[in-house]
């Protein structure tokens, strides 16, 4: 059974930053393209950054030069950093899986199959 499980998220002033964690287990993660999304109150979830299993990276316009996404494979662990954070940014942050051998958009939430819990990230004025 795939798991992923996220953590990191909290309370933070306008300008501070925040790193999130998301582990997987049940999946070979080396071979997992793995990405973040965000979901705020009564809004759509909406992408937020994607890497590859080799490493390429994709951000939304939103968030490019400000967040960085990375990866452990050895601690089956992705990563989003955060910086210069915005009260617009306030959001549940979910890490998510791509669907094995999928070759579509990989900003469409329906790339992706398992989906973590999600982490509260607020971000005060």
């Known amino acids: 059974q795939v798991q992923l499980v996220e953590s990191g998220g909290g309370l933070v002033q306008a300008g501070g930053s925040l790193r999130l964690s998301c582990a997987v287990s049940g999946r070979t993660f080396s071979n997992c393209d793995m990405a973040w999304f965000r979901q705020a109150p009564g809004k759509e979830r909406e992408f937020v950054a994607f890497?590859?299993?080799?490493?390429?990276?994709y951000y939304a316009d939103s968030v490019k030069g400000r967040f960085t996404i990375s990866r452990d494979n050895a601690e089956n662990t992705v990563y989003l950093e955060m910086n210069n954070l915005k009260p617009e940014d306030t959001a549940v942050y979910l890490c998510?899986?791509?669907?094995?051998?999928?070759?579509?958009?990989?900003?469409?939430?329906?790339?992706?199959?398992?989906w973590g819990q999600g982490t509260q990230v607020t971000v005060s004025s």
């Open positions: 890497v590859s299993w080799s490493g390429f990276t």
């Open positions: 998510t899986t791509r669907r094995l051998g999928s070759s579509g958009r990989l900003y469409s939430r329906y790339e992706y199959d398992y």
